[in-house]
């Protein structure tokens, strides 16, 4: 299991963007909870399920794509060292 499999689109916050990369050209385009939710039903669907059914935007590919989580900015700097 993942977190694509864990995570349904109605857990997303509202502003939450997704990353979707195509495996074939390597285009990049961005989806939010309410591009992903046209029918009712939509929301219900795991992240596995939207990655497989969306196919690339780019003229003429169609290929598939590869889901990823946009952070909000929230990063962090590595804290650690050698012992």
Known sequence: MNWKTNLRVSD????QRLEVTCRLCGHVHYLTR????MKPNDAQLYLDEVERRSRCKARKCNGPVRLALVR????????????
């Not at 997303?12 to 502003?15: F, G, M, N, V």
């Not at 309410?34 to 939710?37: A, C, P, R």
């Open 12 to 15: 997303l916050e509202p502003d």
């Open 34 to 37: 309410q591009t992903i939710v």
């Open 72 to 83: 909000k900015g929230d990063a962090s700097a590595f804290v650690g060292g050698l012992a």
